[in-house]
């Protein structure tokens, strides 16, 4: 019996496989400014450890890019459906890059809600936290419409890159997309962002708004 358990987990049980998922790929229409977005992720390993990265910025067509940010992580599932996250995330701006040290936990909670919620301290002590929560819901097999939500926080003010301590911005969304195929769906959506406290004092100060709604088009894909 032992030797045959042996033999199902050299088989079976220590399968290394990866994957990566590009969630948004998209152009964006916000007060008549023309820009551009994307939010993708990946990951390759077992069913217990894994190596993840994730990779998401925006701009605007003909200008500098706004913010851009890299993530590799090594990931353990706790549950069958959570996984533990740690390690390291670089972020470019024009106001000023950081490297953050990450620790987070991603998965899919009750009700099929995807979650991923992080916090980051960056290089100059800086505390600040991310949570992201998704939900597909079918309206025919090939047709779905995806809500989303996105919060972010600070534990101080940074004024270099106008980010209040607090709740600093609420983003809110959905995306309607059509699955041509499993691995590709072009979508169409909306999207609400709003800033709060004094990061929207920090906005109005450099001249933006402290709350916009732009329109997306893009495709969502999978390999």
Excluded: C
């Excluded at 590709?184 to 402290?210: I, K, L, N």
């Amino acid at each position: 019996m032992r030797a045959a358990r042996r033999v199902l987990v050299a088989e079976n049980g220590d399968i290394r496989v990866g994957a990566v998922m590009i969630d948004q790929l998209e152009a964006t229409s916000v007060d008549g400014e023309q820009g551009y977005a994307w939010d993708a992720q990946g990951w390759y390993g077992g069913d217990i450890h894994r190596f993840w990265w994730k990779s998401e910025g925006e701009g605007e067509f003909g200008r500098e890019l706004e913010e851009a940010e890299l993530q590799a992580l090594y990931s353990r599932a706790f549950t069958p459906y959570f996984d533990f996250q740690t390690g390291l995330r670089q972020t470019y701006r024009p106001e000023g890059d950081r490297t953050d040290l990450v620790v987070g936990v991603q998965g899919l909670a009750p009700y099929w809600f995807e979650v991923d919620a992080a916090a980051f301290l960056s290089n100059k002590g800086e505390l600040t936290a991310r949570a992201e929560v998704e939900y597909d819901q079918r309206i025919t097999q090939r047709l779905i419409l995806q809500p989303r939500a996105e919060v972010n926080l600070s534990a101080e003010d940074i004024p270099e890159l106008g980010i209040g301590s607090g709740l600093s911005t609420l983003q809110v969304g959905a995306r309607l997309r059509y699955e041509i195929r499993r691995e590709f769906a072009p979508y169409v959506g909306v999207e609400w962002t709003r800033s709060f406290g004094d990061t929207r004092d920090f906005a109005e100060a450099r001249g933006r708004s402290a709350e916009d709604t732009r329109v997306v088009v893009g495709v969502r894909a999978w390999f």
